[in-house]
């Protein structure tokens, strides 16, 4: 049981470049969601999803796009990279409790 | 507007000694609250949660305490270690809302 994954660890990306940010959970939880976390502030709530098909806007959206195609999965795709995006993105599911269990995070540069 | 915040940045504490982690939060209308800590350079860890219908709870070494009516959390670490240093965050939802609201974070240091 692997729980929360994310990849890559790290990326560096050039203003305008594209990329997803993969997430994948293997506890069957319905809940899924991205963070970014900036330096020397609390998580922001970027988009979310509730069940497979369905996705939500958090705090911060734009620029993200997000879908949900499968429970397992929740990619966030950046189309357009740029430095205001540069961060530690991390990927959060539950199982519609209330506890969120964190992934390790992917620290994203964008030059 | 709803909003959660710590009142300290920072904590330095002598190892064995009892940590003291305070929280405010301004919507009345949370209630369901939760600790993380977060060791550099990982996700954010579950500690402990309480409901608003509760004022205290307890966990191994660490307990949470709600002041429902100040809109007050803290969170206690008993005999501080090592393992201890992190930033800490506290958190806040509705229940059935899966959304949540963090705090911007404590970075407590173990002073050996």
């Known amino acids: 049981n692997a729980g929360v994954t994310q990849t890559p660890k790290f990326q560096v990306l050039k203003t305008g470049q594209s990329m997803t940010l993969q997430c994948a959970q293997d506890m069957n939880h319905e809940y899924m969601s991205w963070y970014r976390q900036d330096p020397g502030m609390g998580l922001r709530l970027i988009h979310y999803?509730?069940?497979?098909?369905?996705?939500d806007q958090g705090e911060v959206p734009n620029g993200y796009n997000v879908s949900r195609s499968t429970t397992e999965d929740f990619p966030l795709r950046l189309l357009s990279a740029a430095p205001s995006q540069t961060s530690v993105y991390f990927c959060?599911?539950?199982?519609?409790?209330?506890?969120?269990?964190f992934g390790p995070g992917t620290r994203l540069t964008v030059l | 507007g709803e909003s959660v915040g710590l009142h300290l940045p920072t904590l330095s504490v002598q190892e064995g000694d009892n940590s003291i982690i305070n929280c405010a939060y301004s919507n009345s209308a949370s209630d369901y609250f939760i600790w993380y800590k977060q060791e550099s350079g990982k996700g954010p860890q579950f500690i402990i949660d309480?409901?608003?219908?509760?004022d205290k709870r307890q966990g191994q070494r660490v307990t949470v305490l709600l002041n429902k009516t100040v809109k007050h959390l803290s969170l206690q670490i008993a005999a501080t270690q090592p393992g201890d240093s992190a930033v800490y965050f506290c958190?806040?939802?509705?229940?059935?809302?899966?959304?949540?609201?963090f705090g911007t974070g404590t970075r407590l240091t173990i002073i050996p």
């Open positions: 958190a806040e939802k509705h229940l059935g809302n899966e959304k949540l609201t």
């Open positions: 309480i409901r608003s219908n509760m």
């Open positions: 959060a599911t539950s199982a519609g409790t209330d506890t969120q269990y």
């Open positions: 999803s509730v069940g497979a098909g369905i996705t």
